[in-house]
């Protein structure tokens, strides 16, 4: 793909640290030019401690919005003038709208891994029972966004059980109906054979030679098995998972809805999701 620019081109960005790797410029820029926008998108390095100082720059310059990636989110939030309900449950922003001088901080991972697990697997949340497995920024995601979508059961599984139990003090909180409980991982298996959607959201499995998280037997047929891991077409859990029978799918979809929803944050459009999937694909596994 060329792209050209000129004194009326919109930019766009992502900011992190490190963010040469980002996914996002090959996503966007494909939905750009499937719609004829005159919009460039970027990838900025951007330190800890400067977020504050830069996204009024960025505001100024006449970017249209941009992303924030790791390890910037929390800071993001910290320097928003105005939040959304979805930023203000996960003390995060991934995405940011600059609207006359201010700036409003979204954060879109939730939606973007209830599109994706509703996609995938025709998945309906309410009355379902979920067991996700961590409890790091990504499993607050999908914890708040099954609890926001009524689901029967959440139960959070980690290694250190104390950081478990904060993020469903969080749950609570926000849904003090939604029953919710936090598990060590080795009782994790158990949790898993009676749950109906499983989501693996630690960095387990991102070595080829890593044992999976849970073993063959937590799974069976009519599971729904989601890792949030998207380099990866089968990671060590989703093999188990599927020779047990089960549906499964890797974190592709939520990285791409998730850009999805932003692009509608900044530009008010659909965003032309088969393109950027396809953008996507060749990316990670071309």
């Not at 994706?116 to 995601?141: D, M, T």
């Not at 980690?158 to 969080?170: G, I, K, Q, Y």
């Not at 459009?269 to 990316?283: F, G, H, I, K, S």
Request: proline fraction near 5%.
């Amino acid at each position: 793909m060329v792209m050209r620019s000129s004194s009326e081109t919109i930019p766009y960005a992502v900011l992190g640290h490190p963010i040469r790797h980002s996914l996002s410029p090959c996503m966007h820029n494909a939905a750009f030019e499937a719609l004829g926008m005159d919009a460039v998108y970027l990838a900025l390095e951007v330190l800890p401690g400067d977020v504050g100082t830069i996204l009024p720059l960025l505001g100024r310059a006449g970017f249209g919005g941009v992303n924030v990636t790791l390890p910037l989110k929390e800071e993001a939030f910290r320097a928003m003038d105005t939040l959304d309900e979805s930023a203000q449950r996960l003390g995060a922003v991934n995405t940011v709208v600059f609207h006359e001088g201010k700036t409003r901080g979204f954060n879109t991972d939730g939606m973007g891994f209830v599109r994706a697990v509703q996609g995938h697997f025709h998945f309906s949340f309410p009355g379902k029972r979920v067991l996700i497995l961590g409890a790091g920024g990504a499993a607050r995601a999908a914890a708040m966004a099954s609890a926001a979508e009524q689901v029967a059961g959440l139960v959070i599984a980690n290694r250190t059980v104390e950081r478990a139990e904060a993020l469903v003090a969080d749950v609570r909180r926000w849904f003090p109906t939604v029953e919710v409980r936090a598990i060590g991982l080795g009782e994790a298996t158990e949790a898993a054979r009676v749950s109906d959607l499983v989501v693996q959201s630690t960095s387990m499995g991102l070595q080829d030679a890593a044992p999976p998280i849970l073993p063959r037997d937590a799974f069976h047929e009519g599971h729904c098995v989601y890792d949030m891991i998207y380099t990866q077409p089968l990671t060590s859990v989703l093999v188990e998972a599927k020779q047990a029978g089960a549906c499964v799918a890797n974190g592709l979809d939520m990285l791409l809805y998730q850009g999805a929803a932003a692009f509608e944050c900044w530009t008010g459009r659909t965003p032309p999701v088969e393109r950027m999937r396809e953008a996507l694909q060749r990316a990670v596994f071309d």
